[in-house]
């Protein structure tokens, strides 16, 4: 039982070369999210989905975009990468939204634009 | 909106001593959940443990409790017998009532703990 899957795990681009991100879940949840952490500011949501077909803007979706075509995959994408895109990207899952449900998190993927 | 403050950048504790996190959070909702994760260097998000706020018990998971002051909106959290392997980020995290796709979930800008041998 894998969790929660990303790849890659580190990344370096060049402005405006373009990427995606994989996030893979085993664990039958319903609900992806995609963040992005930056020093002193904690997780920022980017996008989420609530099922296979769906995806909805987060906090911070300016810059990418998202596919969830497979119940299992979540996919983040940046079209024309900029360096205030730096940052560290985590996917997480969650069984059901809610106020009472954790979110598991990938290991996260280092990307860093030049 | 909900905020999450975290006050503390940066916390040492000696090894098998107990430290407590603080984590204060805004909200005008009666309803909502407390999150504690942890990160440590290698970069994954571990969670830790859960409060309601309806529960009328404070939260503990093995040597992780949370003091949980609603009436202060604070959600520390409480390690004992520190070890090594609690060097690490630390997130507060919380989710309000509605939330129902879990979009709302907002982090603090998390605490780094280090523990001394």
């Known amino acids: 039982n894998a969790g929660v899957t990303q790849t890659p795990k580190f990344r370096v681009l060049k402005t405006g070369q373009s990427m995606t991100l994989l996030c893979a879940q085993d664990m039958n949840h319903e609900y992806m999210y995609w963040y992005r952490q930056d020093p002193g500011m904690g997780l920022r949501l980017i996008h989420y989905?609530?099922?296979?077909?769906?995806?909805a803007k987060g906090e911070v979706p300016d810059g990418y975009n998202v596919s969830r075509l497979k119940k299992q995959n979540f996919l983040l994408g940046l079209e024309s990468a900029a360096p205030s895109q730096t940052s560290v990207y985590f996917c997480?899952?969650?069984?059901?939204?809610?106020?009472?449900?954790?979110?598991?998190f990938g290991p996260g993927t280092r990307l860093t634009v030049l | 909106a909900q905020k999450i403050t975290q006050t503390q950048p940066g916390m040492f504790v000696q090894e098998k001593e107990a430290v407590t996190l603080d984590c204060t959070y805004d909200t005008s909702d009666q309803s909502y959940g407390l999150f504690w994760y942890k990160q440590p260097s290698s970069g994954e998000m571990i969670f830790l443990i859960y409060?309601?706020?309806?529960?009328?018990q404070n939260a503990t998971e093995g040597r992780y409790s949370l003091n949980f002051q609603k009436a202060r909106k604070s959600a520390n959290l409480v390690i004992s017998a520190s070890q090594l392997g609690d060097s690490a980020m630390y997130f507060c995290?919380?989710?309000?009532?509605?939330?129902?796709?879990?979009?709302?979930?907002?982090f603090g800008p998390g605490t780094r703990l280090s523990v001394l041998p």
């Open positions: 409060q309601g706020s309806y529960d009328e």
């Open positions: 997480a899952s969650s069984i059901a939204g809610g106020g009472y449900n954790e979110q598991f």
């Open positions: 995290a919380m989710t309000p009532p509605g939330d129902n796709y879990g979009q709302n979930f907002v």
């Open positions: 989905s609530v099922g296979e077909g769906t995806t």
